[in-house]
């Protein structure tokens, strides 16, 4: 049985499919600049990838679709489906989506526990909240729900979604945003997983016109840098999803990240790492799994061969001599 469904979500109520698209500027790459996801076997249906290998030797994804779709591998190319993170969604849910269908996990481990982190809302809403729960052994049906991290209402300039963690300088920082301005960072308390009480706010990456469409950070540290990945353009519109991956890098986890010509991601710079090509549509939903000295981009794309279906992505990220990553 397949338990994630494909989502379709809108960002802004007010701008328009067609007008939208309008906006978007057309690919900068050849098609032939970019390659394809590795193959990968059993349930590939997946959107808003998060991997990690659990201490018990198994791989698991969890995404977008039913309460936290969950998915397991022994070898990362074999996938099965494992039901959901959680049997029954969490009461308070119910406050910012009237579906319990919840966004963009993040999966990270620290001091011994994992933290999943997710984003509850409604389409075309900047409504929303970021949750976190918690687990001894990472598998699905064993989290404890610990409730909102952080939340963002109508009146606020940033939507709390799609959240990426890490550990820098000794001090948690969530990463999150969408739409509605883009990417931006907050501190959080390492002791609740949660943000600190009066944290400011940073700004990492926007775009300087409507409708903005910098979405989906993923923060990562390799060398001496922090390199922000991020979703560009328009999402969850199977084979009309005009997503790409982009990424800038900066010395500090709070920025500012430029890309490899010295412009700001929050004047809209970022060196394009992965677009649609051929079959393989609108790349995006991305995060980083880290292992053995290696690193690998995983993703969404949308299946032009399967009626836009979106199913995980998978390539290898390879470090050139100055730092900046490619796909392979």
Partial sequence: MIRTRRRTRTRIATVGAGALLALLPTLARADT???????????????DPTLMRLKNGKYVAYSTGG????????DRKHWQDAGNAFAAPP??????????????????????????YYAVSSWG?????????????GMPGTWEDRGKVFSSEKT???????????????????????YWSGIRIVELDPDTGKARPGAQIGHLATRPDLPYAVEGPEIVRHGRYYYLFASYDACCAG??????????RSASVTGPYKDSTGKPMLEGGGDLLLAGHGTFIGPGGQSVLSEG???TLAYHYYDATDSG????????????ADGWPDVR
């Fill in 33 to 47: 600049a970019y390659p394809d996801p590795q193959e990968i076997t059993g349930q590939e249906i997946i959107h």
């Fill in 67 to 74: 309460i936290i779709g969950a998915r397991l591998s022994d």
């Fill in 91 to 116: 009461a308070w849910w119910k406050d910012y989506s009237a579906t319990s269908d919840p966004w963009a996990p993040d999966l990270i481990r620290r001091d011994g526990t994992y933290w999943l």
């Fill in 125 to 137: 809403t900047n409504h929303s909240a970021i949750g976190v729960a918690t687990s001894a052994s």
């Fill in 156 to 178: 606020d300039p940033y939507n709390a979604i799609d959240a990426s963690v890490i550990k820098a300088d000794g001090k948690l920082w969530m990463a999150f945003g969408s």
């Fill in 239 to 248: 084979t009309d999803s005009t997503y790409r991956i982009r990424v800038g």
């Fill in 293 to 295: 000295g290696r690193d």
């Fill in 309 to 320: 279906t979106p199913k995980l992505g998978l390539n290898e990220i390879s470090w050139g």
